[in-house]
Structures are given as structure tokens and as C-alpha cells.
């Protein structure tokens, strides 16, 4: 019951300001503390977060990064069926309890990927989403510590998602942990993989900051099928990889 009034909590607080809020231009009142948050980001990355994920990219084999990421990934899929549901798409809820049951099973509790083999790739989605489908605004943009560009919408959806996953309250504490651990290791391997696209956006650009918010933008929009504002420097069909985009799914 706490679970569902946080729903309708998180519901009734944008309503009164994200419904109203624009899915199209650059809605970013808070620049100046983003900016700073963005800052702190990068330092953590340069610092902490790149040196992890060279060292883990590096000692760790690649087919079991992939496999520790197929492990996290195929235990964040309940969480999805939840917001499939809550959004009534009730086919993508289907073909992600099926993925799911497929690579639990003889996938090796998700080491491998039969699904994807047989056509059965994730339909990912997140309360985030949900509340899109609900008609909900995206709100301001913001960046986050840690987890990076989000916006008002993205933002409670992310904890949402925390709050209602399905196996993160059914598992003991060292469960949970380790399910926690596979997609610390995730988001690790995803920076390693994707080094030279992060930095050439973080490290290599005139304004790190506003390319990054632009891409998140123009990406999340294009996911969710609104309206994109064009620009040159990132084409509406061709948007940026999100490095941050499934780090709490």
C-alpha cells in the first residue's frame, strides 16, 4: 500500500508543474547549480569512475562483463513488465515475462541470452515513461550526482522505479546486494565500452555541459515519440548514446 501512494503522490506533485511544462526547446532554470552538479560529475568520472572501468575492462574478460551485464539486465525485467502494465501495453508485458522466463532458465539466470537469439530482444521501459504515458510533462531539465542528465519527470520516475522493484523488496539483503553489485558492474563495463563516445562529448567539447544536455534531450524525446527540437549538432534520428540511461532500472 506505501508503494502505491507514492505512485499517486509522485502523480499529484507534477501534476502541478510538469503537465504544464514544455517536451520541445532547452527548459533549464537551474543552470547554474546543474552546471555545478555536471562539474562534480566529471571530476568523480576523471577520478574515480574511469580508472574503475579501464581496470575492469581491462583484467575482467569480455565474455563475462557481458555476461554480468546479461544477469543485470535480465533481473531488471520485472521492474519493466511492472511499468508495461501500468502503461497497458500489455503485449510488451508479455514479451518481456517471456524474455525474462527464457534467459532465467536456459539463459543460466540471465548469463546468457537465448531470447535475444529467438527474436525476444527487451522492450525496455521505466516509470519515467509511465508517467509520459500518463500525460505527465517532462519538467526541467537537471542533472543528478552520480547518475547525471534527468529531468523533473525522469527524475521521480528513477525513484519509483527504486521503490517498486519487484525482486529489489522480494530479495533477502544479500541478495539485493548482489543484485545492486551486477549493475554497479554494468554501468562500469558500459563506460568502458563506450569511452571514446563519452569523451568525446565530456572531455573533447567546446561545452560538455550543454552538448551532454542536448543529446540526453533530443534522446529521451525520441525514445518517448514527442517532438524533437532539430539541430545540426545531433539529428533528431540519430540521437546520442546516454551513458547513465539504465543505471537504476
Known sequence: MKQLALIFITALTLSACASRSPSTGINDPYESQNRA???????????????IAVAYGTVVPDPLRKGLSNVSN????????????????????????????LNATLGVAGLF?????????????????????????????????????????????????????????A?????????????????VDTRYRYSDLYESV????????????LSYLDRRRFELGTQVQQDDSAPADNPSYDLYEDFYE
Not at 202 to 213: E, H, N
Open 113 to 169: 541470452d537465448p531470447a535475444s537469439e529467438v527474436g525476444l530482444d527487451e522492450r525496455d521501459s521505466g516509470f519515467g515513461e509511465t508517467l509520459h504515458v500518463w500525460g505527465f510533462g517532462e519538467g526541467e531539465y537537471i542533472v543528478l550526482p552520480v547518475y547525471g542528465p534527468s529531468t523533473n519527470r525522469d527524475m521521480i520516475g528513477l525513484i519509483v522505479d527504486i521503490a517498486l522493484d519487484p525482486l529489489g523488496t
Open 202 to 213: 565530456i572531455y573533447d567539447s567546446a561545452d560538455g555541459y550543454a552538448q551532454l544536455r
Open 37 to 51: 552538479t555536471y562539474e562534480d560529475n566529471v571530476r568523480l568520472d576523471r577520478n574515480v569512475i574511469k580508472p
Open 74 to 101: 535480465t533481473l531488471s525485467l520485472p521492474g519493466t513488465v511492472v511499468n508495461n502494465l501500468l502503461q497497458f501495453k500489455l503485449g510488451d508485458a508479455l514479451h518481456n515475462t517471456a524474455r525474462f522466463a
Open 171 to 187: 530479495l533477502d539483503p544479500a541478495a539485493s546486494s548482489v543484485k545492486t553489485g551486477l549493475k554497479v558492474a554494468d554501468i
